[in-house]
């Protein structure tokens, strides 16, 4: 379960805001089923004055999710992020395979991606072929090719992707220096 929570942070506030961010994100991954965070900050275009701040945050279920939602920890967070911030949140969950890289400022490079998308895939389906191939080798190519690529799909979604994002991540959303 993973997601998206924007608030609009009062001119001045950032720094602060920032800081508490971090703290109720360190608090999240000691709760049971986290799986990451990401503080993304608004744009960096001078002309454009957005304010507003997104934080994804995932975990491994929607219970776990839950907990962490109801937890005293959270709960005196955005008490103490009331006078750093304006306006309501914006609360949406998120799914998908795009979520895969759409937890940083920026997208990383589509060859960063593809590496680390191979890198999922490529191991999947040989483990589930070697795991599979005798009990379905009697079944015509289609069906074999439905019921492997539904698992690789499965697999990637909730299992291999997360994992493979949280490990290279570094690399993933490493900012390119500007000349």
């Known amino acids: 379960m993973t997601v998206l929570i924007s608030r609009n942070v009062r001119a001045g506030c950032e720094a602060d ?5 971090r703290t109720l994100m360190e608090a999240a991954a000691r709760f049971e089923g986290y799986l990451g965070a990401q503080l993304v900050h608004p744009g960096d275009d001078p002309e454009v004055e957005d304010a507003m701040y997104h934080v994804v945050l995932a975990f491994d279920r929607q219970s776990s999710l839950d907990a962490w939602l109801e937890s005293p920890e959270r709960k005196r967070g955005l008490e103490a992020a009331e006078p750093l911030v304006q306006g309501k949140p914006s609360f949406k969950p998120v799914s998908g395979l795009g979520l895969w890289f759409r937890t940083a400022p920026s997208n990383p490079p589509r060859w960063k991606v593809a590496v680390v998308t191979w890198l999922g895939i490529c191991p999947t389906v040989y483990v589930l072929f070697l795991l599979t191939s005798d009990l379905l080798k009697s079944w015509w190519l289609l069906p074999r090719t439905v019921v492997l690529s539904l698992a690789v799909v ?26």
């Open 154 to 179: 499965l697999l990637m979604t909730w299992v291999v992707a997360p994992q493979l994002t949280k490990l290279f991540r570094p690399w993933l959303f490493a900012r390119r220096s500007r000349p």
């Open 17 to 21: 805001f920032e800081r508490l961010t």
